[in-house]
């Protein structure tokens, strides 16, 4: 069992929610294997996306996390 396969197990079993702002900062950074998730998986990083859109958080970051949300809006992988 992996790092990553423990902290999923970890968040399950504790009631944690999937994602903080926080790691999905860091997943749509590219960094997802830091904060335990799987960097190649596809749907983490969309709901990763969503999230930061959904808090607001993309707003608030660096430019580029506006632009690259309003992107996946615009291209219908997440909702606004």
Not at 21 to 35: C, L, N, P, R
Not at 43 to 72: K, N, P, V, Y
Request: net charge negative.
């Amino acid at each position: 069992m992996d790092t990553i396969e423990i902290a999923r197990i970890e968040r399950a079993v504790t009631g944690l929610p999937k994602m903080t702002t926080f790691e999905a900062t860091m997943i749509a950074e590219g960094m997802a294997e830091t904060v335990g998730y799987d960097p190649d998986d596809v749907e983490l990083r969309r709901d990763a996306w969503q999230l930061l859109i959904d808090t607001g958080t993309c707003w608030q970051l660096q430019g580029w996390f506006g632009r690259t949300a309003m992107a996946l809006i615009e291209a219908g992988e997440c909702a606004r």
